[in-house]
Structures are given as C-alpha cells and as structure tokens.
C-alpha cells in the first residue's frame, strides 16, 4: 500500500464521496437540498479527521456554490440560531456563506443574517472584519472582462497601464536606501531605475534574456484585484480559497503593503490607498516567465521613505524565494 493511503485518516475516503455528495446538493437549486448541503458537512467534519486544508477547501466550496445555486430566501432559514463559539464547522460554513453573499451585494437588510453577522464579530471571528457590502474598491473582485486575463507580456501591460519614465534620481536608491531619508527626490523617481536598484531576487540576471525591464503605474483596486484574484483562484497548481477568504487575505496582504495596523477600518485604509504610489513591473529574468501568472508591484508610502514590494509567479522554482 502507498506510503499517502496508510497516511490517511480513518473514514477520510468516505468522508470526501459525502462531500461530493453535499457539493452537488449545494448545486442543486431547493431550500431542501441547501440545508441538506450544509447540514451533511456540519456534521461529517467534526466526526471525520480530514486535513485541515481539505476540510476548508470543502467548507468554502459548500458555501460558494450555495450562494451561487439557491435563492436567498432559501438560504436564511440557515441563520436561525446565532453561534455560542466560533470553532464549529457549522459556523464557519456559516460564516463563508455570509461572505459570499457580501460579494454579489445579497444579504444587507435581512435581520437573521444581520443578527449572525453581529454575533461572529462578538465572537471575533476574522471574516467578520469584512463588511457586509462589498466597497467600492473591490468593485473587480470575480467579474471577467473579455480581453482582460493575465498581464504576460510588456506589450500588453504597456497597454493597459501608462508607463513610469525612468529617471535619473530614481537610479541613486543604493543599499542604505532602506533606512535613509531622501528629501531630495520626487516621486516621479520611483520608477522602474529605483526598483532595479533594491537587489531583487526577481531582478536577478536582469539584460539576460530578450526585453527590457519595464514599470507601469497602477491603482490601488488594480491591486487589491490582483490580490483578490491570486486566493480566489488558486494559481496553476495550487487550490482556490473561496471568494470569503480570498477576500480577506487580499486586504490582508494589500494592508501590509502599505503598512497599516491591523485596527485600521477598511474604508480608511481604501481612502489611504490614493496617497500612495502604486506600480506594476515585469522584467525579462529567469524568475518571471510570462506564460502564467506573474505579479510583481512596488507600492511608495505617501511620506516617501517607506518602499514595498510583492512578487509572485505560479512557476517559480524557488518557492520560499519570492520577491
């Protein structure tokens, strides 16, 4: 028998045909077979011992596919109670449910939900964090435009995006730049000469292969977007996290971009996001291939000594290596 059967938990192969079978209920439109759906998982994962990234996988498919099949009138007899503790499967499905509903606008109104969203914020539960509306900034999230995919060559980020001219002042960032003040620059020197200069990894062997390095400026919900996307999808080989989630780490990893405290309401760090300095690069380096789905952004503080960057690539070899 293979090492990974043996390694498997009792029941675990009985416990993923039951939640095929509630996958395919959550699908199927009646409120039957939405409280079927959740019912079947609330209770076969306390009882089963899946991995823990397998039973989340199944929790937030449960809830996404709910959301999408059922009409919501159908949905809200699942609110009935509100939660005493945040670790039940049943709350959390419960929870993914309500963020679902936040991403296409359902939900605001409807006292049962309402009353449970207050409760698992009492609970401190972290998808209660999010609003239960999706803002404005996140106005992208999970809407495809036809002729907008993946930006995998300079031609097509040129145009989509207008480009940072390189400077002169933006070439002099140095090694110490990192923890010196520069009064003397502007913030057009944040360009593509300043970002070749932060020794990244992503950068390394840069005039090796053909094309030249290249920064665009962006926007702030470009970003959050590209976030969003990179959790909700899942990447080439990698699994989806479900749109409540996906949601959750891309303000997470957007608010460590621009270094905001965690306390911080989304809507303020939204209003925040316009006085920074947001760009997209690529370059033409082993790292980055341009078949898939590289990102690479550098984000300027609006006090201007403070740079971050975020690289990241479905085929990158070195996989504890980003940036």
């Known amino acids: 028998m293979p ?88 709350v959390e499905l419960r929870a993914c449910l309500l963020g679902e509903l936040a991403l296409i606008g359902s939900g605001p109104g409807r006292r049962s939900l309402e009353a449970y969203a207050e409760k698992l914020r009492e609970l401190g539960h972290p998808l209660a964090r999010l609003p239960g509306a999706r803002l404005d900034i996140e106005h992208r999230f999970a809407v495809r435009v036809r002729g907008l995919g993946s930006v995998k060559s300079a031609k097509q980020l040129r145009s989509r995006f207008p480009e940072a001219p390189s400077t002169d002042g933006g070439a002099v960032a140095d090694c110490g730049a990192g923890d010196a003040r520069d009064d003397g620059r502007v913030p057009d020197d944040f360009g593509i000469s300043f970002i070749k200069e932060l020794s990244l990894r992503c950068l390394a062997g840069e005039g090796s292969r053909r094309g030249s390095t290249l920064a665009c400026v962006t926007t702030p919900d470009d970003v959050l977007n590209e976030l969003f996307s990179a959790s909700y999808v899942g990447g080439v080989n990698g699994h989806g996290q479900g749109g409540a989630y996906a949601r959750l780490y891309a303000w997470e990893s957007f608010y460590a971009l621009m270094g905001l405290p965690t306390d911080v309401p989304l809507l303020e760090a939204a209003r925040h996001a316009a006085d920074y300095r947001w760009l997209r690069f690529m370059a033409f380096t082993d790292w980055f291939h341009h078949d898939t789905s590289d990102l690479a952004f550098a984000v300027l503080d609006p006090t201007r000594t403070r740079v971050a960057v975020l690289a990241a690539t479905d085929t990158d070899v070195h996989r504890d290596a980003l940036g």
Do not use: C
């Not at 939405?34 to 306390?46: G, K």
């Not at 009882?47 to 039973?55: K, W």
């Open 3 to 90: 090492d990974d059967e043996r390694r498997r938990p009792p029941g675990a192969s009985a416990a993923r045909a039951a939640g095929r079978i509630a996958e395919t209920l959550a699908d199927t439109r009646s409120r039957d077979s939405a409280t079927f759906a959740v019912d079947l998982v609330s209770r076969l994962l306390p009882e089963v011992a899946l991995p823990p990234d397998e039973g989340d996988r199944l929790l937030r498919s449960v809830a996404a596919k709910v959301v999408k099949s059922q009409h919501l009138r159908d949905i809200e007899p699942l609110f009935r109670e509100v939660p005493d503790g945040v670790p039940e499967p049943a």
